[in-house]
């Protein structure tokens, strides 16, 4: 079955403590991305990749890293998170790099910091 | 800059009605234009998309929506909701400009809350 997953689902975490979410893609899709999901602020894009070895930033990619290596997996690291960065998270990838296919989403994590 | 506007945070409607949803954007440029589905505890789904053409598109589960460009707008709409399809919408856009990077803007999305 084509699709994005993410692990863990869920996630609850102390101030300063270093997290990685995973994600994996098999539909061997270009590009993926990440958002994070507020209430009242709809998805807001953090990082994003259009290629192996190529990322940059979004629109919040403040206290947070990416790296892709391979194509499938694109992890998502906070070094050292805060109780603002408390969201839900969502991977998503994308066929085409062009904004004419549309995303692929994961399930989402909800991550919580203490 | 782009930006999408779904001015209704909540929508409730009772089963077997119509309803619609609005969505209004604002860009510079030509624009690729989605509605998605979340259902609750899952991720988001495409429901629809436009990018060229027929201004009226039909998407999964008997939705549709038209695109109007005078308008900038790009509403959703059912002829009559199911309990099943209570879920958040979300309207985005994509724009075509130069340096475009695939990123999809989001509103902020509609709960549609159908009642029996």
């Known amino acids: 079955e084509a699709q994005v997953t993410q692990n863990p689902r869920y996630l609850i975490t102390v101030t300063g403590k270093k997290l990685t979410v995973t994600c994996s893609q098999n539909m061997n899709h270009e590009y993926m991305s990440w958002y994070r999901q507020d209430p009242g602020l709809g998805l807001r894009q953090i990082y994003y990749?259009?290629?192996?070895?190529?990322?940059d930033k979004g629109d919040v990619p403040e206290g947070y890293k990416v790296s892709r290596k391979e194509k499938r997996n694109f992890p998502l690291i906070l070094e050292s998170p805060s109780p603002n960065q408390t969201s839900l998270y969502f991977c998503?990838?994308?066929?085409?790099?062009?904004?004419?296919?549309?995303?692929?989403f994961g399930s989402g994590t909800r991550l919580t910091v203490v | 800059a782009q930006s999408v506007t779904q001015l209704d945070s909540q929508v409730p409607v009772f089963e077997e009605a119509p309803v619609e949803l609005r969505c209004n954007y604002s860009?510079?440029?030509?624009?690729?234009l989605f509605w998605y589905v979340q259902y609750p505890n899952q991720g988001l789904q495409l429901l629809l998309k436009y990018l060229s053409g027929s201004t009226l598109v039909k998407g999964i589960n008997g939705f549709e929506a038209e695109f109007n460009k005078s308008q900038t707008s790009f509403h959703l709409r059912k002829p009559s909701v199911h309990i099943s399809d209570t879920a958040e919408y979300f309207c985005a856009v994509s724009d075509l400009g130069g340096g475009a990077t695939n990123k999809l803007i989001f509103g902020t999305g509609t709960l549609l809350a159908v009642q029996p």
């Open positions: 860009s510079s440029v030509s624009v690729y």
């Open positions: 998503a990838s994308s066929l085409s790099t062009a904004g004419d296919y549309g995303y692929t």
């Open positions: 990749s259009m290629n192996v070895e190529v990322t």
